[in-house]
């Protein structure tokens, strides 16, 4: 119970993207449509997972003064694992990202778990714990992704919903990415209140 708990949390209590506001560079820059919204989350939620796990297991070997760095090296070596796999493996969807891959490595998200989570708690919490907030994530940028596609270009992953000259264009741009995540952010913020209630 204490593991489902800690990933509902990552999803719901502490998502990352609409109640902690992290992570908001590939929040904005790569919800252009679903599938890249989707993908980005996965790839973030994978390296998540893995640095998780890891930093949680040598947590008692690393030396307070190297903490962050070792950190770094640690998230980093997934993200080279990643690209590299992407690369050879899902050229286009590499393509679609572009540098969001690589920039993963200095994801606040990242970070700011390995910190305040993996490195003081035990393995199995923190894979709880990259389960849950990667989830939250990729729902999150799903979400926000799908709302973009389907107000811009009458699409949702791909799939054509209404014509697309009905669409609006701002939706597809960068401010779209502000004004769509706003309301979402106070939707969800909203729900979550009266549930409290």
Do not use: H, W
């Not at 989707?38 to 997972?49: E, K």
């Not at 003064?65 to 070596?77: D, K, L, M, Q, W």
């Not at 389960?131 to 999150?140: D, N, P, Q, R």
């Amino acid at each position: 119970m204490k593991y489902l708990n800690i990933i509902y949390k990552g999803v719901v209590s502490d998502n990352p993207t609409f109640v902690l506001l992290l992570g908001m560079c590939p929040t904005l820059g790569t919800t252009g449509s679903a599938l890249t919204g989707m993908s980005m989350g996965l790839a973030t939620m994978g390296v998540l997972i893995c640095s998780n796990v890891v930093i949680s297991a040598i947590k008692n070997y690393v030396p307070g003064g190297v903490r962050i760095p070792a950190y770094i090296v640690v998230i980093a070596s997934f993200v080279t694992v990643l690209q590299m796999l992407m690369k050879a493996y899902l050229p286009t969807l590499d393509a679609m990202l572009g540098i969001f891959i690589p920039l993963i490595v200095v994801n606040c998200i990242l970070l700011g778990r390995a910190e305040a989570f993996a490195g003081k708690n035990n393995v199995l919490a923190s894979l709880c714990d990259g389960i849950g907030i990667g989830l939250g994530f990729t729902i999150a940028l799903t979400l926000l992704g799908s709302v973009r596609e389907i107000l811009g270009t009458g699409k949702i992953f791909g799939e054509a919903i209404y014509p697309e000259q009905f669409g609006s264009l701002v939706f597809v741009l960068a401010p779209g990415a502000f004004i769509a995540l706003g309301f979402m952010i106070a939707l969800f913020n909203n729900i979550r209140s009266r549930k409290k209630c």
